[in-house]
């Protein structure tokens, strides 16, 4: 198995312009985060499915931010204006029932 | 609600050394217990986990016993090498609370010297 696939591994934007992260998931895992790390923050939930179906959002910042998952292998986590703060990197993981989570290489977002 | 702590970082040792990681949780159920380890620009690896009191996970000479009685699951290894360089996380899963969700410890840094 190739592991929670993350695209792209960076991207660099400029502030107020529309940024998507994309995730596949490992095929079988029936649940799906989304996670920010930086250094002042640490690690936050965003969000996270079951099923494809949004279980949990409080973690999302702001309305800029919007997540999907259209089938069971696919999700998108769209910043829609970006700011200079949003900058991170932003990590996808996927679990089956939630013992162990295999966890994407992340996106290193820089919002200039 | 759950809670995870870990020992503050960086933690510095010396090649060889023998290496603790304090970490101590507070849950509502009867929780599984993990520790993943995040070397530089890469993301989370699971590097072993418990999943009932007295066991004990291990994985490349790190070892950590669910403690229940003292709430805690310590990562140990007896000699550590440069390369054991990374951020160390704690984290639990107690479906009763938090329904599969990881609740994070916030990291410990370790720095291994030659």
């Known amino acids: 198995d190739a592991g929670v696939i993350q ?13 998507t992260l994309r995730c596949k998931p490992i095929s ?6 989304w996670y920010r790390q930086t250094m002042m923050r640490g ?9 494809n179906v949004p279980i949990d959002d409080s973690g999302m910042p702001e309305d800029r931010f919007s997540a999907k998952m259209p089938n069971a292998s696919f999700s998108t986590l769209k910043i829609q204006p970006s700011e200079p703060r949003d900058s991170a990197v932003y990590f996808c993981a996927s679990s089956f029932y939630g013992y162990g989570y295999t966890f994407g290489s992340g996106t290193r977002l820089t919002v200039v | 609600g759950d809670s ?10 010396s090649e060889e050394a023998f290496l603790t990681i304090n970490c101590t ?4 159920g009867y929780p599984s217990l993990f520790w993943y380890v995040q070397y530089p620009g890469e993301g989370l690896q699971l590097l072993l986990k418990a999943t009932k009191a007295d066991d004990k996970g291990s994985n490349k000479g790190f070892e950590a016993t669910y403690r229940k009685e003292t709430t805690s699951f310590h990562l140990e290894k007896g000699s550590v090498q440069v390369s054991d360089s990374a951020v160390y996380f704690c984290a639990l899963s107690d479906p ?11 990291g410990t840094k370790l720095i291994i010297k030659p």
């Open chain 1, 7 to 19: 695209s792209p591994r960076h991207e660099v934007t400029e502030m107020g312009q529309e940024v």
């Open chain 1, 43 to 51: 690690l936050e939930l965003l969000i996270y499915f079951n099923n």
């Open chain 1, 28 to 33: 079988g895992h029936d649940y799906l985060f």
């Open chain 2, 96 to 106: 009763m609370d938090s329904n599969y969700q990881l609740i994070w410890g916030a």
């Open chain 2, 4 to 13: 995870v702590t870990q020992m503050e970082g960086p933690v510095t040792l």
């Open chain 2, 25 to 28: 949780y507070t849950a509502t």
